[in-house]
């Protein structure tokens, strides 16, 4: 497949090598990267973490990893090989000084000195800056090095500035890869792709037409194992201020110079910096937050968020906020931005609501133009035309659907959007992953919401799991005349 080149050979070193993340995302995407040909067969992958395993332990893990979260079909014996032959270990508390070092450095000596270098950080995100610290001491920051930080970079903007800091002491802000999923994702990156290759999508893609656009990203799973990280984080953190407003910003930016990696990161800068500022007063009217209850998803019975965890908590799983971006060419269109677990369905989409034709000829108003743009499951683009009904002799209208999927050649499955991102680090392209100031931004407008919904501002609603949400949710668009949109309408 001439699409999927093989890049050059590499060095990854993933930090946090046998946790969740890894195994369940990590080493799959590798994987599947080698399988369609693209990881030379010099390429190293080397797992750091403080378990003492031997390699062979290691590879033992990594094989049930493969045959946990991989579908049988994509699994061959040989392949499943040549990848585990890629595969080291070493045991390392990478957040202190140790001759635990030695074997990492050793395992990277046997490289040329310039071969591209890439340090996944999959652990808990107070450890970057130690284990930055450490790669310096250790002399394995080269000139073609990179860092692929996960989320969440901090949880606030004061605790962000510290890790952005710890990292920028080792690494200049070109060789920092700072990962959002969803900009892996293909239908995400496909809102470029509409929006400017689309003149008649382009044209109208103002307040001048648009008179609402909803960002959704529900899903039908609670917090699973990682209750202990939700717990401290909560929907407006773990979902909204990265993944959603990095989605609200392709929708609404400005068309970029080029796909090169700055002029997209200005433009969605541009858009962050544009964000109505929250205030105390507005949190109150422009948010909603929740959490579930016990109740029914998928036809089964499942335990409510506070009866999961056990312990009294304030922590959101349901979120939802009313947005403004302050541009002219988004004058007074309301941006609904919301995220649940334990919602009634998994779904991810974008629709933007047309305002409605302004002609009396038909009688009632023309129904509204609506766009959904699937971002998962389901991918594609469906958009709500007004038609003629032929079922009547008279001139009557009703609304039918234009409904496109987008797929891969032969009908595969979208590669999961680690592959495509664990990759570009290597390319050293940066265009899908966060700039420093973009996470700054992004927290600077949602650390209001934070703080008023701390100082219980806004109470907390509750909403049945299998629902779509609570009713103050409802409301909130209600006030514009405005409904959710559900998959299933
Ligand atoms: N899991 C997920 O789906 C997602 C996770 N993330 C983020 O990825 C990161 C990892 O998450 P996850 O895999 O779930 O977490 P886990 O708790 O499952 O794994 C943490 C990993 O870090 C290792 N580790 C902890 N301390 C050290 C240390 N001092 N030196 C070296 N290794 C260490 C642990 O291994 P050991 O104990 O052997 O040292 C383990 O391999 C977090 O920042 C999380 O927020 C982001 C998006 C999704
Ligand atoms: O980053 C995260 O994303 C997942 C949802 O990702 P998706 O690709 O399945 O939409 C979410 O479950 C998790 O809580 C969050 O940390």
Redesign the pocket.
């Known amino acids: 497949m001439e699409h999927f080149q093989q890049v050059e050979p590499f060095d990854y070193v993933i930090?946090?090598?046998?946790?969740?993340?890894?195994m369940?995302?990590l080493l799959p995407a590798l994987y599947n990267r080698l399988r369609l040909g693209q990881i030379p067969d010099d390429a190293c992958i080397i797992g750091?973490?403080?378990?003492e395993l031997s390699r062979e332990a290691y590879v033992a893990r990594a094989r049930e990893a493969l045959e946990r979260f991989l579908p049988s079909d994509v699994l061959s014996p040989g392949l499943v090989d040549r990848f585990l032959a890629r595969l080291d270990y070493v045991t390392?508390?990478?957040?202190r000084e140790s001759t635990q070092w030695d074997s990492l450095t050793s395992l990277l000596a046997k490289a040329q000195p310039d071969r591209v270098r890439v340090f996944y950080f999959?652990?808990?995100?107070q450890?970057y800056g130690s284990i930055c610290e450490n790669l310096h001491r250790y002399g394995l920051i080269t000139p073609s090095s990179r860092v692929v930080l996960?989320?969440?970079i901090g949880t606030d903007m004061a605790t962000a500035t510290a890790i952005n800091d710890g990292v920028g002491q080792y690494f200049p802000e070109k060789q920092i890869y700072r990962i959002d999923?969803y900009l892996g994702k293909e239908t995400v990156q496909n809102v470029l792709a509409l929006r400017f290759a689309n003149p008649l999508i382009n044209a109208a893609w103002s307040a001048e037409h648009i008179e609402s656009v909803q960002i959704t990203a529900a899903e039908t799973v609670g917090v699973e194992g990682?209750a202990a990280?939700y717990d401290t984080s909560g929907a407006l953190r773990d979902m909204i201020q990265n993944h959603l407003l990095q989605v609200l910003c392709l929708v609404a930016m400005e068309a970029p110079d080029s796909l090169e990696a700055d002029a997209v990161r200005n433009a969605k800068l541009a858009v962050l910096n544009a964000l109505r500022p929250m205030t105390e007063a507005s949190v109150a009217t422009e948010t909603v937050r929740a959490q579930y209850t016990a109740g029914v998803v998928g036809g089964e019975n499942v335990p409510g968020y506070l009866e999961e965890l056990g312990t009294p908590s304030a922590t959101e799983t349901y979120a939802a906020v009313r947005a403004w971006v302050d541009t002219p060419r988004w004058k007074n269109v309301p941006f609904y931005i919301r995220t649940a677990k334990r919602s009634a369905r998994k779904v991810s989409e974008i629709v933007v609501t047309f305002r409605p034709a302004a002609t009396t000829m038909f009688g009632a108003t023309p129904a509204s133009n609506r766009l959904v743009l699937r971002i998962q499951p389901n991918e594609g683009v469906e958009l709500r035309l007004n038609v003629k009904n032929p079922a009547l002799d008279v001139f009557n209208l009703h609304t039918a659907d234009l409904d496109t999927s987008i797929r891969m050649e032969g009908g595969m499955p979208f590669p999961d959007s680690y592959e495509r991102l664990l990759l570009d680090a290597v390319r050293g392209d940066p265009v899908l992953f966060i700039r420093r100031d973009e996470v700054e931004a992004a927290w600077r407008w949602a650390e209001p919401i934070l703080d008023a919904w701390k100082h219980n501002k806004v109470s907390m609603q509750t909403y049945s799991a299998g629902s779509y949400g609570p009713d103050q949710a409802t409301r909130l668009l209600a006030e514009h005349n405005d409904t959710w949109h559900e998959a299933s309408e």
């Open positions: 930090f946090g090598a046998t946790g969740d993340l890894t369940r995302k750091a973490a403080r378990t390392l508390d990478s957040s999959a652990t808990a995100p450890l996960e989320k969440p999923h990682r990280y």
